[in-house]
């Protein structure tokens, strides 16, 4: 028996004249998650709304959770199950189901066989194949069938040459395929909501490259290893991401000395919106996705984001603007980087908040303040002390 794994991608499927741009992507987009195991799995094919992706070498139990884990977290996948082939010929299939079958239902109470012909030219129906198999396998294993709640259900997929067996149908995560969208910048905090907003625009096609300003030394470095390791999780779901840290201590003093205390925060940010277009000039990046959320702080009143967003002529995207706590926590568990979110961290920007900040801030005069600020020398200092990683 040989081994395949079935990807299925319904969404880019109904793209049409933009398909095999999405296939191409998705294809891309495994090649380099799967690097690891290239010499174990060859892509053979597109065929419908899937990938057939062949298994060449043996593979162990964790090789095979590996494998299984990069499938569940790829944009664009809908769904994905590992399968046996076997010759389209009927003795042959009940032969494989049964050995299939071994070591996945002795601790099963119940089951049914579910076979679907693709291949309508067999001379046996699908109802007297699932009856055969089912039969043989009550005789080897003495397990009861139960065709309307099984506890285990093996699958038969009659195909003209190869008919599949699996049991398991395994969900991906859908959207589309990272890369398909273009590439933007995320702003990365520390906290429970950029990282959720970066999720939701990875899997809407975009490539993400994160930027996270700090204050170090007068923040912890240990800030530094949080968002770190954020962007490591959020790496995961796009093959690894590049993660900028910029210093804004700097700029921080320069607005303290310089400005009102109440437009501190508004300034801070639109020096980090300057910033992000200065990083996205030297590439074909338009676009950045902050974790803004409508009223969650002060500087997320209309007023404010205009206020701050009116400095850049980048597209700001801010996935989670009207959702609420509620729902971004659980996504933030969901995806896996809540635990690490709410470890306590100093803030750049929650060290740096006046005691009253403006909440319904004035266009003219923010741009008053700002224009007491040195902003092409301060930006320049900064970028010349940006640092990179990979994560
Ligand atoms: P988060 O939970 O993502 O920190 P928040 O609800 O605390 O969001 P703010 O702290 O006001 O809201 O930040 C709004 C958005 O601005 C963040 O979601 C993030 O995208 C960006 N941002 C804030 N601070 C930083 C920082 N130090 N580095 C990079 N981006 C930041
Ligand atoms: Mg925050």
Redesign the pocket.
């Known amino acids: 028996m040989n081994e395949l794994v079935i990807i299925n991608f319904e969404e880019i499927y109904l793209k049409g004249e933009n398909r095999s741009f999405f296939i191409k992507k998705l294809k891309e987009q495994l090649q380099k998650k799967l690097k690891p195991f290239q010499h174990l799995l060859r892509i053979q094919r597109v065929r419908g709304g899937s990938i057939f992706m062949e298994i060449t070498g043996n593979i162990d139990e964790q090789t095979r959770e590996d494998i299984r884990r990069i499938l569940k977290t790829t944009p664009g996948i809908t769904q994905f199950y590992f399968v046996k082939t076997v010759k389209t010929e009927k003795e042959t299939i009940i032969k494989e189901a049964l050995a299939y079958t071994r070591g996945k239902i002795e601790d099963k109470d119940s089951f049914r066989v579910t076979v679907k012909r693709i291949d309508k030219n067999q001379p046996f129906t699908s109802r007297e194949l699932a009856a055969d198999i089912g039969a043989a396998i009550v005789a080897r294993f003495g397990t009861k069938v139960n065709l309307t709640g099984p506890d285990w259900t093996l699958y038969v997929k009659v195909r003209p040459e190869q008919t599949f067996i699996y049991s398991e149908i395994e969900q991906g995560i859908g959207g589309l395929p990272v890369g398909s969208s273009g590439k933007a910048l995320a702003?990365?905090?520390?906290?429970?909501?950029?990282p959720v907003?970066a999720y939701m625009a990875m899997v809407r096609g975009l490539h993400l490259t994160a930027?996270?300003?700090?204050s170090v030394p007068k923040t912890s470095p240990k800030s530094i290893e949080k968002v770190e390791k954020l962007a490591g999780i959020l790496g995961s779901y796009q093959g690894g991401m590049r993660l900028l840290l910029v210093p804004v201590l700097e700029i921080q003093q320069e607005i303290a000395r310089k400005t009102r205390s109440k437009f501190r925060l508004i300034l801070l940010r639109r020096f980090?919106y300057k910033i992000a277009s200065e990083i996205a000039r030297e590439t074909d990046i338009k676009a950045v996705i902050?974790?803004?959320?409508l009223g969650?702080?002060a500087?997320?009143t209309l007023e404010n984001l205009l206020a701050i967003r009116a400095v850049t002529d980048m597209l700001p995207i801010s996935p989670l603007i009207a959702l609420d706590k509620k729902f971004i926590i659980r996504k933030a568990r969901e995806i896996g980087t809540y635990d690490i979110s709410i470890l306590p961290h100093d803030?750049?920007?929650a060290m740096f908040t006046p005691e009253r900040p403006e909440t319904r801030a004035k266009l003219e005069e923010v741009e008053r303040e700002w224009n007491r600020l040195d902003h092409e020398k301060l930006i320049r200092q900064a970028l010349g002390k940006t640092e990179s990683r990979l994560c």
């Open positions: 702003f990365l905090s520390g906290g429970i909501d950029s907003a930027l996270h300003f700090h980090m902050t974790g803004d959320s969650q702080v500087s997320q803030d750049a920007c």
